[in-house]
């Protein structure tokens, strides 16, 4: 099996999401955590699964996104890595995730 690698932000995001999870419920914070990288070793094993970022600048041209299917409201930004994928940023579905990823100035 293929694993994904994580970037320091991207562990960040994974440790806040589940330090925040956590404090209601800590089996649920459990779950998540290894529903996401889970989905992020599927990621690797099939990197093309993510949409890429429409209209963002060049040096975000290879990133891609995926929800995760058991909790949508988690995203994952990943790019081709070597032989695997990295995460970039595990982010909420509510975040204005443009911001991270800014898109091209026309």
């Known amino acids: 099996m293929i ?12 440790d806040g999401v589940f330090q925040f999870i956590f404090s209601d419920n800590p089996d649920a914070a459990k779950r998540v955590r ?5 989905v992020a070793d599927l990621l690797a094993e099939n990197p093309e699964l993510g949409r890429k970022i429409r209209n963002t600048a060049p040096r975000h041209a290879q990133i891609r996104w995926f929800v995760v299917p058991k909790f949508r409201n988690y995203l ?3 790019q081709p890595f070597q032989e695997t994928i990295m995460v970039i940023r595990v982010l909420h579905a509510a975040q204005d995730w443009t911001r ?3 898109p091209t100035n026309l």
């Open 3 to 14: 694993r994904a690698k994580f970037s320091p932000k991207a562990e960040r995001d994974l």
């Open 34 to 38: 290894a529903t996401i990288l889970d």
């Open 76 to 78: 994952i930004f990943y």
């Open 100 to 102: 991270f990823f800014p």
